[in-house]
């Protein structure tokens, strides 16, 4: 069971990125996929996530800038960001779980760091 993020790096403020995250050994298309991130000494934070049936969700502060899509036939999730600010600047992990309550698989993390 993996997941494999990767897409980070540095970027100016107002500039894009877009982060993929490539999964295997379990049942993609029945997982409920997510993008979290956390900066250091904080909790880690849920950023967008989009269920097996393509519903998505966002938390507040990335609505409409991030949008996130998944490939059920490439088993892979993305989170493309735009517009993005120095407080966008974090670690970013890739979530795999069944149901919502899980905690679910975690990636390595990939860092996206937004320069003023």
């Known amino acids: 069971v993996q997941l494999q993020a990767s897409g980070g790096g540095l970027v100016q403020a107002g500039g894009s990125l877009r982060l993929s995250c490539a999964a295997s050994?379990?049942?993609?298309?029945?997982?409920?996929m997510g993008w979290y991130r956390q900066v250091p000494g904080n909790q880690r934070e849920l950023v967008a996530s989009?269920?097996?049936?393509?519903?998505?969700g966002y938390a507040d502060f990335v609505k409409g800038r991030f949008t996130i899509s998944r490939d059920n036939a490439k088993d892979t999730v993305d989170l493309q960001m735009t517009s993005l600010t120095p407080e966008d600047t974090a670690v970013y992990y890739c979530?795999?779980?069944?149901?919502?309550?899980?905690?679910?698989?975690w990636g390595q993390g990939t860092l996206v760091t937004v320069s003023s």
């Open positions: 979530n795999a779980k069944p149901f919502a309550h899980f905690t679910g698989i």
């Open positions: 050994g379990f049942n993609f298309n029945k997982y409920i």
């Open positions: 989009v269920a097996s049936s393509g519903r998505t």
